[in-house]
């Protein structure tokens, strides 16, 4: 479902190219190292109004990521200063398809609740320091499970 330049626009599925192209740009500039941050948007109705990226602390970097603590309470409180929610939990892929690991899974919910209530998870994937695919996971609640929707490779 596209249109006005929105990539999803149902379900609060509302990503923009400018979007995408955010965490693609802040994905390649962070190879060999998986970076991560979040999108900030009016929790009533589409949009995004400010990413925040967030130094990724895992003592892995190119393989996992780890939400600075300060910096993710920074965002949080101004969010929350800005009257806006966190929407997009955005992060990049090393070398690999831009799928759930089971360490995203264990990280995005704990004991089948969500840790970021009804974010976007949006994994971009880059190959020798290029963008390769795309995908946006949500977790559905009532299903107890993820839904993906794949990019297609469309930028
Ligand atoms: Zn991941």
């Not at 149902?10 to 998986?34: F, N």
């Not at 090393?94 to 998870?121: C, F, K, N, Q, Y």
Request: net charge negative.
């Amino acid at each position: 479902m596209r249109h006005k330049g929105w990539v999803f626009d149902a379900l609060g599925w509302t990503l923009t190219r400018a979007d995408l192209e955010e965490g693609a740009a802040k994905a390649e500039a962070g190879y060999p190292e998986e970076v991560c941050g979040l999108a900030l948007g009016p929790a009533q109705g589409p949009g995004i109004d400010h990413w925040v990226w967030i130094a990724n602390v895992h003592p892995d970097p190119g393989r996992a990521f780890t939400l600075h603590e300060q910096e993710h309470l920074r965002a949080l409180m101004r969010a929350d200063a800005l009257n806006l929610a966190v929407k997009v939990l955005c992060h990049s892929h090393i070398d690999g398809p831009p799928t759930l690991s089971w360490r995203d899974r264990a990280g995005a919910v704990r004991h089948g609740i969500e840790v970021m209530p009804a974010v976007l998870h949006l994994i971009v994937s880059v190959h020798e320091g290029r963008r390769g695919s795309w995908a946006v996971h949500r977790y559905d609640p009532r299903r107890a499970e993820f839904v993906t929707r794949d990019g297609d490779g469309l930028w």
